[in-house]
């Protein structure tokens, strides 16, 4: 039986944040709950003094605190046959498998960076370091990948 490193790896594979996720998703629910329970429990001339500029406004944050919470829950890399696609945040970046040279997470860098043919480089948010060994199994099957191609 061959080893666990030379298991074919199936494609397509995705990798995403796990516990960015979990924390973005309980904090909104709890932060969207608690504001909600507090509004209603205003009395009712308290409530009737927001003017609806200052409603509007309320109402804005919590859209644009919603955004920038859906940002970070989309973030994911995709590996495919033909290429490695990563999303961090609302960018889409697709990439050839020859355009990826490296992906590396040096001790203490919040999450995989690839390194391009051209010289530059890009971040993989979709693969996060605060997932300890999830993190780690990914960056060792997208190293994998890319030596594969």
């Known amino acids: 039986m061959p080893a666990a490193s030379e298991t074919p790896l ?7 944040p796990l516990g960015t996720r979990i924390a973005i998703s309980v904090c909104g629910v709890m932060l969207l709950t608690l ?9 009712d ?9 200052q409603r509007i406004t309320i109402i804005a ?14 973030c994911r890399v995709t590996a495919t046959e033909e290429h490695l696609v990563v999303v961090n945040g609302y960018r889409h970046h697709e990439y050839e498998w020859a355009q990826v040279v490296a992906a590396r997470m040096p001790q203490g860098a919040p999450w995989v960076t690839l390194d391009l043919a ?3 480089t890009r971040a993989a948010l979709g693969i996060q ?18 030596d594969r191609s």
Request: charged letters at 20%.
């Open 129 to 146: 370091a605060s997932d300890g060994s999830r993190a780690t199994a990914a960056l060792r099957d997208l190293r994998r990948l890319i």
């Open 118 to 120: 051209d010289g530059t």
């Open 10 to 16: 199936e494609l397509p594979r995705t990798w995403r």
């Open 45 to 53: 001339d308290i409530r009737a003094a927001f003017s609806w500029y």
């Open 35 to 43: 504001s909600a329970a507090a509004w209603f429990l205003l009395a």
């Open 61 to 74: 944050f919590v859209l644009a605190a919603g955004a920038l919470g859906w940002a970070f829950v989309r």
